[in-house]
């Protein structure tokens, strides 16, 4: 029988950690956060860094909560925090 990977522990903390995080966006609703200075020198990567980005609403935060989840990218509070 194939084991599986994850024990339930590390996935109960996991879920734990996605939490904190989603609870960080949902946080700043209404706030800028600063995409951090990556590797990438697209405009978009470039423009979320210098200007950053309003969280509109729930629905936004929980995007951006994503996309930083599947894009690799990070946010903070501050421009120049790494
Ligand atoms: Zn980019």
């Known amino acids: 029988?194939?084991?599986h990977k994850i024990e339930p522990e590390?996935?109960?903390n996991a879920?734990?950690?996605?939490?904190?995080?989603?609870q960080w966006f949902?946080?700043?609703i209404g706030?800028?956060?600063y995409r951090c200075p990556i590797k990438c020198q697209c405009d978009s990567c470039?423009?979320?860094?210098?200007n950053g980005?309003?969280?509109h609403d729930y629905d936004h935060a929980i995007y951006l909560h994503l996309a930083e989840g599947e894009m690799g990218i990070r946010y903070t509070?501050?421009?120049?925090?790494q």
């Open 31 to 33: 706030k800028r956060v």
């Open 10 to 12: 590390t996935n109960v």
């Open 26 to 28: 949902v946080d700043r």
């Open 1 to 3: 029988m194939r084991k």
């Open 46 to 50: 470039k423009n979320g860094h210098i």
């Open 53 to 55: 980005i309003l969280i």
């Open 77 to 81: 509070d501050a421009k120049y925090e």
């Open 15 to 22: 879920i734990t950690a996605w939490k904190k995080r989603k």
